[in-house]
Each structure stands twice: as structure tokens, then as C-alpha cells.
């Protein structure tokens, strides 16, 4: 019994010392240099389980199974389809938009207390249609599911307006 309370009062210190850290943005990671469409493909997925894209298939060597995931569908044109995607995008919970162009966006999705960022990317690929994706963690070796579920909750959204 002796031991177990200076166990606790360190789990609870070091529970406050993490809280701490990404609060002041130590979580964050560095944003990639190296983000954009480039001959057709957005970047490959992580080698580890902590994205997903719909372009994994085009990645041989990266975890595709983990990784793939279906593109979003268009409304015909990138003029019809990004402006409502970024809308529906900019009203969700830790995401800014950093960059829009009109076939182009990069979002930057913060959560609310560690304040750890995940790169988002959603590209019109006039080729196929679609909206190609990839959402990725800057840090850590899994997302837990977090980039995937973030990328269908969109696909429902979409799909409901």
C-alpha cells in the first residue's frame, strides 16, 4: 500500500508533464517541406501505420494495406467539388486550412489537448475524377485509427449534403 500512492502521484505527474509539453506545441512535429501534387501523385503514405491515401497502391514498398483508402468522390468538376469540401472542412474541430488553390487543399488538423497536427491533402485529379487523399501524423508510429476515421467522417459529410 506504501508504494502505491508515490505510483500514482508519478502517473498523475507525468500525465501532467505530457498535457504540459502539447500545450506548448512541443507535440506538434515539423511540417513536411515536401507536401503537393508532384507528376500526378500526392506523397506516399508513412512506412509506418500512421496514414492513409488514396494512392497507396502507387507506392510499392509503403504499408498499402494499411494505408489505402478510397478517394473522394467528385461533383464533376474541381470548381463544383472543392469549394463545398472546404467549407464542410473548415467547420470541423482543430482543422485550418493552409493552403486552397482550386483543384488543391492542405489542412492542418490540431487536436484539442496534446496538439498533435496531422497533414491532410485533398487533390481533384482531373484524370480519374475523384478527390485523391492523404492524411498522415507528423509523430508517432501509429494514428490509432485517427487519419482514417477523420477522411469517412468526411466521405459521410459529403455524401449527407
Do not use: H
Request: with cysteine.
Amino acid at each position: 500500500m506504501a508504494i502505491i500512492k508515490p505510483l500514482i502521484l508519478g502517473l498523475v505527474g507525468l500525465a501532467a508533464l505530457v498535457l504540459l509539453a502539447g500545450q506548448a506545441g512541443l507535440l506538434a512535429g515539423k511540417r513536411p517541406a515536401d507536401l503537393g501534387v508532384k507528376d500526378g501523385k500526392l506523397q506516399p503514405p508513412s512506412n509506418t501505420p500512421n496514414s492513409v491515401s488514396s494512392q497507396a497502391d502507387l507506392c510499392p514498398g509503403a504499408m498499402t494495406d494499411y494505408a489505402r483508402i478510397d478517394p473522394l468522390p467528385s461533383r464533376g468538376s474541381a470548381a463544383a467539388t472543392m469549394p463545398p469540401l472546404r467549407t464542410l472542412i473548415e467547420a470541423m474541430p482543430g482543422a485550418a486550412v493552409i493552403e486552397a488553390r482550386e483543384d488543391y487543399l492542405y489542412v492542418q488538423f490540431t487536436t484539442r489537448w496534446l496538439k498533435f497536427v496531422d497533414d491532410a491533402e485533398f487533390w481533384f485529379d482531373p484524370a480519374t475524377n475523384v478527390v485523391q487523399i492523404r492524411s498522415a501524423s507528423r509523430v508517432g508510429r501509429k494514428d490509432f485509427g485517427v487519419n482514417r476515421a477523420r477522411i469517412e467522417a468526411i466521405r459521410a459529410r459529403l455524401a449527407a449534403t
